[in-house]
């Protein structure tokens, strides 16, 4: 899987413009073929804050969007931004759940062993 991550700051009373921009390019990525997940984001206490985020199961069906009208619209959402923005591609190769907790406090064989000797 892939993540693309964007954190941005709007403009001042800038937010709102920008979230309706940023839901223009995310409906249609929720809608397509290949992105599992597109989401908004906005801290409680700060309405300029935004991160916006994309899931691909497919890297290249990701990089073939590149090309689209979709993501050169994201890009131009991207340049209204009161500073440039943190773009990162997150490569995710395995995700646990719970179970990660609970084997991650579980003592291993070797330090059980140790404590009974």
């Known amino acids: 899987m892939i993540q693309l991550m ?10 709102p413009q ?7 390019v995310m409906r249609p ?46 890009l131009e959402v991207l340049e209204t931004a009161a500073e440039q923005p943190l773009v990162e591609f997150r490569i995710i190769e395995k995700i646990h759940g719970l179970e990660y907790i609970a084997a991650g406090s579980a003592p291993s064989q070797s330090s059980v062993h140790q404590q009974h000797e």
């Open 29 to 74: 990525a929720q809608q397509g073929h290949g992105c599992c997940f597109a989401q908004i984001y906005r801290p409680v206490n700060d309405d300029s804050r935004l991160e916006y985020i994309e899931e691909w199961d497919d890297p290249r069906e990701l990089r073939e969007e590149f090309a689209s009208s979709r993501f050169l619209r994201l």
């Open 18 to 24: 920008l979230v309706t921009a940023l839901r223009s």
């Open 6 to 15: 964007v954190r941005m700051l709007a403009r001042p009373n800038g937010g």
